[in-house]
């Protein structure tokens, strides 16, 4: 894992004294909310429905367990004994005082962590597939690139108030695991025809009030290139981007209102002229980076564990684990683990400081001192012996953290919702826990197949509603809840935005209203096919017509 | 100068401790985090003095976000009319064990 060298100490410590600083004088009055507020933003505190919330950054989603261990200790002495795991691979505290969150930054600072830039209108954590560096499908571990980012937008003075927020997605495998298209830009770690590394950029994606699928700007951008290529793109949008109106200042508009075309010319300008005034770009930066990252001494191991296959036979669900919770791994002998934050009927992402210590455990003894959080909400081992997987397996039933239901119908995305968030206009974690409970029975989990359900409690779509396969935004309606249902939606590679089935329903039918989904993908699906698939064959017309029964009855 | 817009009465005033972050309504005599303590406006007078206490005690540091929610007295205790306030005088509806709700057994 990359370590912060005494520069990234001394950002960190510097930052941390001075919000010290500006939360005292908030207190003693000398400043007021006005002038506080979008200070305490770029430090990442919130003031939501019931208290502040920290959010802290976890960049890439890489994580150490001493790093974890700290989040645990900062969960107990600070706030109430949890942390929720957010969509973009970061951490929250529901329950912080102002006046603590100089110490709580403190004790961050302790483990080569902070909570900059995960608020406010500028370069936010840049995510990545939390599979990063052991997937079987990568050409490289991205973490590196993402780490490059990192330090090139960490307090960039040129960026740090533009006119919105600013999100960049890497992956490295062919199968888009980090949502690249839903992002203001997507980076992508290709080979050239020649064998060389190096980046395919997309451009101006994103969900919130107005999805948009990110478009192709450049098919192949040399490595050395990329963080020219980075400063042409923000130096466009911060100019040309509009800021007359919030909802409409985020590049995704800009894209749109101008075109691919122009904004592709307005880039390759701005590059050239980036260029032509600095030396040439080279690559000794990133290969100080990358050094860091240098893959764990791998064991020789044969590809099938006997020992494994052992304990599932005797254990159905050990096996069950095994079947849902594994990822394939570059290495022979080993796997990647997920972890399921969505114990059936538990609060998505949520987890409590004794789960948060055995997972860093977990990590210490089982996977080189490494873990990830992925962008759905669970945590991953990224790379345990298969060898080792029954005991893990043991630990994690011993702290309620053995679900096996990685990508299944109850691995819902659940943003906080009315239940904590003060932007929201519908609670969301009640109704994950209700379908999750709804659908919980192993039996039906299985038949269904991997499904996606994906929550937000408003329009802003912190819970990637749009691009769930069944998606589902809370909104008010005449005064209550309401919850509109949309269906298609597709994260990865077959990027897609879902189609809105009809009316909005109580939450107490949209159970009845999937159950309806799901009983025409049951009886349409062809040997093998899962929902998303079955959907894209025989398209909407059915679904509707199926929906139609369930809003007809409750209009 | 326009009229203030307010909600319609009664009214309770609802603001955010400055330290502490916690939920705040305005009482007879300073604040109270229990919502059945709250002092109630029932006329327009009450209504503008919660307001003028409210934004007297936020240019104090005392507290921020200070507003008026419209309320129905149930059993003689002020229940706000949209869920949102609702909520933010109980705590989260899926953990009964934090909040309000669980400091007083509302």
Redesign the interface.
Known sequence: MYAYDEFDRQIVRERVAQFASQVER????SL??EEFRPLRLKNGLY??????MLRVAIPYGALSARQLRQMALIAETYD?GYGHFTTRQNLQYN?????DTPAILGLLADVDMHAIQTSGNCIRNTTTDCFAGAAFDEIEDPRPTAEWIRQWSTLHPEFDWLGRKFKIAVTASRQDRAVLKGHDVGVRIVRDADGETGYQIYIGGGLGRTPMEGKLIREFLPRAELLDYLEAILRVYNLEGRRDNKYKARIKILVHEIGLEKIRADVEAEYASIVAASPKADLREFHRIQAAFDAPEFADLPEVSRKLEQAQANDPDLALFVEHNLFRHKHKGYASLTISLKGIGQ?PGDANAAQMRAVADLAEKYSFNELRVSHKQNLVLPHVRLDDVAEIFAVLKAHDLATANAELITDIICCPG???CALATA?S??LA?KLSRHFGDAATQKDIGELSIKISGCINACGHHHIGNIGILGLEKK???SYQITIGGDAGDQFAIGELLGPGLPETHVPEALDKLIAVYRRERRQGETFIETYRRIGLAPYKTAFKEIADAFA | MAAVKRPPLPVILVANDLVEGEVLFAANNGWTRDVRAARVASDEAAALELEQFGAAQASESKVVDAYLVDVEIEAGVPVPRHYRERLRTLGPSHRLDLGKQAEFHI
């Open positions: 908030r207190l003693d009055g007021t909310d003031l939501q429905l019931h208290a502040y109430r329950w912080p005082k102002l006046r609060a009315l239940d904590y609670r974690i009640p826990q005064g209550a809840e």
